[in-house]
């Protein structure tokens, strides 16, 4: 499996571009965000990939990001959308546009694709509406291990030891902060639906936190 390219972008066409590696030229299809947002002729460029293997097909599909490999995957497993109805999904909406339109049941926005109708909208976010969460989580930085605490010196005498730091957010309330902020909700919004949606599901993981959080931010009416 080829996960990923790094090399020298030769050339771009309407769907796909050249990636020189080390002398090995590979083809690789891109969606228009990706290929707009990709540097010219000569330049340095590295992708995420994923493999379609058929009996009579090999085609290299290109990403900048895991989060967007992992939509192009799933999208992939819903019936009726390919390859080429998923790259016009995420070139419509980008990986966070489709988090959002999918973790919020908006059928409607994923019909800004070309090509995908009310109908396959519709089950799509269906089918896939339950690993939103997930996948936004992925872009969650992992939690930093807590420094050491070192042990007071016997020639020191402290009688008034400073108190202890608040503890650190737990786990699934940062990679909800992260996740929401990442979709472009100011973090004063995002952590005060956070914070309420910890409220109604105490103990919950990321994915409820964030379920939870995005239907409190959710326009009304």
């Known amino acids: 499996m080829i996960g990923r390219l ?9 769907d796909h571009v050249l990636i020189d590696v080390r002398g090995v030229g590979y083809v690789v299809y891109c969606s228009e965000r990706t290929l707009a947002a990709l540097p010219g002729p000569g330049e340095a460029v ?13 085609q290299l599909f290109g990403f900048p990001s895991l989060v967007e490999k992992e939509w192009h ?30 973790a919020l049941g908006d059928w409607s926005a ?13 089950r799509i976010v269906l089918d896939l509406k339950d690993k939103a969460p997930t996948v936004m ?10 420094a050491p605490v070192a042990e007071p010196s016997d020639a020191v005498i402290d009688p008034a030891p400073p108190a202890a730091p608040p503890p650190p957010p737990s786990n699934a309330q940062a990679d ?14 995002a952590a005060a639906a956070v ?14 936190v964030i379920r939870a959080a995005l239907r409190l931010l959710a326009p009304k009416g």
Do not use: W
């Open 176 to 189: 909800a902060l992260s996740a929401l902020t990442n979709l472009g909700y100011a973090p004063g919004e």
């Open 6 to 14: 790094s090399g020298r972008l030769d050339y771009r066409a309407g």
């Open 110 to 122: 994923v019909t800004a694709a070309k090509g995908i109708g009310p109908k396959s909208a519709q």
């Open 137 to 146: 989580a992925m872009t969650a930085p992992a939690s930093a291990p807590a």
């Open 195 to 208: 914070a309420e949606a910890l409220g109604e599901t105490p103990g919950g993981d990321a994915s409820t």
């Open 46 to 58: 590295s992708l995420y990939t994923d493999l379609l293997v058929r009996e009579d097909l090999l």
């Open 73 to 102: 995957r799933l999208l992939m497993s819903v019936q009726g959308v390919g390859a080429k109805a998923s790259l016009a999904i995420l070139g419509a909406l980008g990986a966070d546009g489709v988090s959002r339109a999918i």
